[in-house]
């Protein structure tokens, strides 16, 4: 019998929503009920991924165009797609990922202004125009979301050389634009793209989070 293809997962939000955090608690629930799951992240994901990541995220490249920074933001979603997802499907496999081309439309083609056009063209010519079985965009108050991710990038700063600050410097106006893109997307795609009120705790929001899963695949 032909392996039934795995399940492809996105998490997306502004940083600071709790992404990372229900990801990983979203694994532990897949795996507690026997299947097989890998998590990944954009940018990131891959060898050439993270190095791609140290240049996209770090503050000292706060003169990278808008243009370029696309233009490397689909270099490592090609690879990764090539390298990780869709090998990890084909086996079977769930994959659940920190962030995928919703960001980049609500990032680059919303907060940069590139416009959401050359995002979703980008994406059909380099991914193989892939979708997410499931996108669950995490929703809460915006200041507190910055706050909270610039504190954590000052302590990770501390902790180690790794220097991630570059988007969250950026200005409360262009985090609205970002908001706003993906609040759009939501409302284009609302069967693949559901919201999650992240605004209350961890455990809260984890609840909210499986019994979506759960209803969506048929999971207990």
Known sequence: MP????????FEGLDGVGKSTQLQSLAQWLRDRGLDVITTREPGGTSLGEKLRSVLLSSRTA??????ELA???ADRAQHIDEQILPALQRGQWVLCDRFTDSSEAYQGC?????KEAVLQLHKVLCHDLKPDLTILMVADL???LSRARKRNREQ???SAEDENRFEQESRAFHQRVLKGFLAIAVREPERMVQIDARDSAT???GRISKLVSERFGLS
């Open 3 to 10: 392996r039934q293809r795995g399940k492809f997962i996105t």
């Open 63 to 68: 003169g990278l165009s808008p243009l370029a």
């Open 72 to 74: 490397l933001m689909f």
């Open 111 to 115: 907060g940069r202004e590139l416009g």
């Open 143 to 145: 200041d507190r979301n």
């Open 157 to 159: 700063s501390k902790l």
């Open 204 to 206: 809260v929001v984890q």
